[in-house]
C-alpha cells in the first residue's frame, strides 16, 4: 500500500516537474570577466531569454577567453551562442574585416550608426553562407595601445616594439606599416605573453584594459583610439533555424537587451576609465598626434581600398545619422 502511495507520489511529482525536463539549456561564451562589457551584455541576453519565453530556455554563461575556438564551437554546436570581438571573425566571415580598418570611424556615434545601418545588417546576413548566424552587432571599443617600455605620443614611439595584436590580418597590416612587430595570439595567451616580455604591448579599449586590470601587467597606455572593435553576438544555425517564430523573436528581443546593456557599460567605462587607471598606477596619455598616425598608415590604407570593397568603405566614411 505504502509502495503505491510513494510510486503515485512519484508520478505525480515527475508531471509536474515535466515543464523543467522541457526546458532547453543554452550556452553563451565570452572572453570576458563577469564585471564587463560583455559580462552585462550576456546577463541582460540570459535574463531577457529566460523572461520572455517562462524559462523554457535556460541560458548558461561561461567564460572562453579563446574567441576563434568559441566560434568554432558555435559553428559545430558544441555551443548556442559566443559574444566575441571581429578580432578572429574575419578568419570565418572575411567580409567583415573591412570594419576593422584603422581609423575608419570618427566616434562611438558614427560606428554604432553604421552597424545599426543597413551597412551592418548586410554585413551581418554574410554569417549564414559561412555556417554561423549574425544574431547582432556588439560593441568592444575604440583600441588603445599599452606598453611596458616607453610613452607613446605619435607613431615613431611604436618602432620596433613587440605588439600583441588579435589573429586579424588587417590589424597586423597595420602594426606592421607603423614599424611595430606585430605578434597575433589569441586573449587567453596575453597576460602570460606580457608578463614574460614575449612582447613589450598590446592595444586594446579601455573597458578591456580595466575588466582585466591590465594596469598590473602594463606601464604605459596612450589613447592612439587607432580602431574600433566591434563586437558581435553569433549563434548556432541548427540551433537558430530549430526555433519557433515566436522563440525567434524572444531570441532577438534579448539580443537587443545585450546589445543596450553593453553600449551602455562601454560608455561608462570610457568615462570613469583614464580616472580608474590612473589611481591604479598607469601612466596615461591623452593626447597623441593622431594625424601622424593616419599618415604613417596612408600605405596602409591604400593596400586596404585595393583588397576590400572601397566603395563600401566611402560609403561607411560618409555615413551620417538620417542618411
Ligand atoms: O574581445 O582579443 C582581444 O584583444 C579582444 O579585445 C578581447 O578578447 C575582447
Do not use: C
Amino acid at each position: 500500500m505504502r509502495l503505491t502511495r510513494r510510486f503515485l507520489a512519484a508520478g505525480l511529482a515527475a508531471a509536474v516537474a515535466a515543464p523543467a525536463a522541457a526546458q532547453t539549456n543554452v550556452t553563451l561564451t565570452h572572453a570576458l570577466p563577469l564585471d564587463s562589457h560583455y559580462g552585462v551584455g550576456a546577463v541582460a541576453f540570459k535574463e531577457t531569454v529566460e523572461r520572455l519565453t517562462n524559462g523554457r530556455y535556460r541560458v548558461t554563461i561561461q567564460r572562453n577567453d579563446n574567441e576563434r575556438e568559441a566560434i568554432e564551437a558555435t559553428q559545430i554546436g558544441t555551443q548556442e551562442f559566443t559574444i566575441t570581438s571581429t578580432g578572429p571573425v574575419g578568419n570565418f566571415v572575411p567580409d567583415t574585416l573591412v570594419l576593422d580598418i584603422p581609423f575608419l570611424f570618427r566616434d562611438y556615434a558614427h560606428a554604432r550608426g553604421v552597424l545599426d545601418s543597413a551597412i551592418g545588417q548586410d554585413l551581418l546576413a554574410k554569417f549564414s553562407a559561412r555556417g554561423l548566424v549574425g544574431v547582432a552587432w556588439m560593441e568592444n571599443g575604440f583600441r588603445n595601445v599599452t606598453n611596458s617600455r616607453r610613452e607613446v605620443a605619435g607613431p615613431a614611439d611604436v618602432q620596433g616594439l613587440k605588439i600583441r595584436t588579435m589573429e586579424n590580418p588587417v590589424h597586423m597590416r597595420a602594426f606592421q606599416t607603423l614599424g611595430a612587430l606585430p605578434t597575433p595570439m589569441a586573449f587567453s595567451e596575453l597576460v602570460p605573453a606580457l608578463q614574460q616580455g614575449t612582447v613589450d604591448g598590446q592595444e586594446n579599449p579601455i573597458p578591456v584594459i580595466v575588466a582585466n586590470n591590465l594596469n598590473q601587467v602594463q606601464r604605459y597606455l596612450s589613447l592612439t583610439r587607432h580602431v574600433y572593435s566591434p563586437a558581435v553576438l553569433i549563434g548556432n544555425p541548427a540551433f537558430w533555424n530549430r526555433l519557433n517564430s515566436a522563440d525567434k523573436a524572444a531570441f532577438q528581443e534579448a539580443a537587443k537587451a545585450a546589445v543596450k546593456a553593453n553600449r551602455d557599460r562601454v560608455t561608462a567605462d570610457e568615462q570613469r576609465g583614464v580616472t580608474l587607471l590612473r589611481e591604479r598606477g598607469m601612466t596615461v596619455r591623452e593626447s597623441v598626434d593622431t594625424a601622424a598616425f593616419q599618415a604613417a598608415l596612408a600605405p596602409a590604407f591604400e593596400q586596404y581600398r585595393r583588397q576590400f570593397d572601397a566603395a563600401l568603405i566611402q560609403r561607411i566614411i560618409d555615413w551620417k545619422p538620417g542618411s
